[in-house]
């Protein structure tokens, strides 16, 4: 349940934090009767009248994290992701000249403790724990030494590959881009420095990637300028920059964790098998 606080106490007890830490912290969550962008502030959400790459401003209202159910914090126009983006996932193949971008579809996000659904057909399903970008404002063409100026902030993402279907189908449509297929979250974070964070993956508590991203090929504002150059980008829109090490399969009931430093823990479980109509 939403409450109104009285802003003036509170932002009082905020403000020596603020001034100390220019890290902020974006969610999206529902109640149960709306859904509102969030700024979090430590177990506090303090509602926004909009999303606040679209300058959301609080509205007075909070909630405890507790109480709600935190949603995929971004609702993208746009899927973009990157293959081959970490030496340590080549693989003995030849290193890219340019960032090889491929499209995930917006109806893949899915949100933190959401079911990765295991679709009808599908035999060998892999986690791919990423950085994910989020454009802060309207991007067409931009070079890499201005790309910074359009990321509102990163987040953690799963990029769930299905590994058959990447290996044989003519386009990688079901392989990458089914539903819930691209899970995000927690937070966005803002104020981080997203081009050396230490990125995490594990399945059910065993550790199964580990780098920092530090070791992209192609860094995060080179990606977001070459994507720019053919596309363009819109805030909201979300981009996938890569994975490293090997992957291996995810079965249904087991529970996958993505955590970057500084961001959080994006947590999800494999649901049981679709069956075909």
Sequence with gaps: MLTRIFAGAVLAGLSVQAAADDVSRYVRFTDGTETSYGERVGEVIHQLDGAPWANGARTGLTVKAGDVQLLAPAEPSKV???GFNFDSHLAGQ???AYPPIFLKLPTSIAGPGAEIIYPAGATNVHFEGELVVVIGKTASRVTADSAGDYIFGVTAGNDVSGRDWQANDLQWFRAKASDT???IGPEIVTGVNYRDLLLQTRLNGKVVQEQRTRDHIHDVHAIVSFISQYATLYPGDVIFTGTPGQTSEMVPGDRIEIEIEDI??????????ITSN
């Design 181 to 183: 297929f691209g899970p």
């Design 94 to 96: 030849t290193l890219p």
């Design 80 to 82: 973009f992701a990157v």
């Design 264 to 273: 959080g823990i994006l947590t999800n479980t494999v649901g049981k098998p």
